[in-house]
């Protein structure tokens, strides 16, 4: 079994900052497959930023050089930094996990982020 964590969410001002956490436990071996998605209300669940399964790092072009995901080995916890927020980074952010062999995808409970203009 796999358990996915995330914290970190929030209401924040545009231009703002936060920092999300996802901290990952059972059935992980490596943090290759860890990303971060969105689900904005009335809109489909998006990629925002994720591991590849090899390692490479993935951006959705409309959080390029705003976000930063990072890892921490150690941890098991994968972060997501995002600088400079816009009203429309607003939704619900899930951590994901995909197993790098079978690409069983595993997923969070979400948090809440909330960008006011």
């Known amino acids: 079994q796999v358990q996915l964590v995330e914290s970190g969410g929030g209401l924040v001002q545009a231009g703002g900052s936060l920092r999300l956490s996802c901290a990952a436990s059972?059935?992980?071996?490596?943090?290759?497959?860890m990303g971060w998605y969105r689900q904005a209300p009335g809109k489909q669940r998006e990629l925002v930023a994720r591991?590849?399964?090899?390692?490479?790092?993935n951006y959705a072009d409309s959080v390029k050089g705003r976000f930063t995901i990072s890892r921490d080995n150690g941890k098991n916890t994968v972060y997501l930094q995002m600088n400079s927020l816009k009203p429309e980074d607003t939704g619900v952010y899930y951590c994901?996990?995909?197993?790098?062999?079978?690409?069983?995808?595993?997923w969070g409970q979400g948090t809440q982020v909330t960008v006011s203009s």
């Open positions: 994901k996990w995909e197993q790098p062999l079978t690409k069983t995808s595993y």
């Open positions: 059972g059935s992980i071996f490596s943090m290759n497959g």
């Open positions: 591991f590849s399964s090899v390692g490479y790092t």
